[in-house]
């Protein structure tokens, strides 16, 4: 059963130590975090790229839309922290 467990454990960290297609578009250069709290793609950016910048950026307008009326602040505000915690300020 510990055997068991420990697969279980090294399988989920092997998984979250892959790097994410957005993490892989930064690191190329492709998309770029904005202190609005979105991302915007290059304009050299392949299509599919582009479409994972309009996809992230989609998600989060409506995270932030729920944390925002959540908290009882405004979706601006949201964004902009989000942005503060991704870049480590």
Not at 16 to 37: H, K, T, W, Y
Not at 42 to 58: C, F, M, Y
């Amino acid at each position: 059963m510990s055997r068991l467990i420990l697969c279980v454990v090294l399988l989920f960290s092997a998984a979250m130590l892959q790097a994410s297609p957005l993490d892989d578009a930064r690191n190329a250069g492709q998309i770029v975090e904005q202190p609005n709290g979105y991302v915007t793609a290059s304009s050299s950016a392949p299509a599919e790229i582009k479409a994972l910048a309009v996809d992230v950026n989609e998600r989060r307008a409506e995270a932030y839309a729920r944390i925002a009326k959540k908290n009882g602040i405004s979706v601006e505000q949201v964004a902009a922290e989000s942005y503060k915690k991704r870049i480590g300020g």
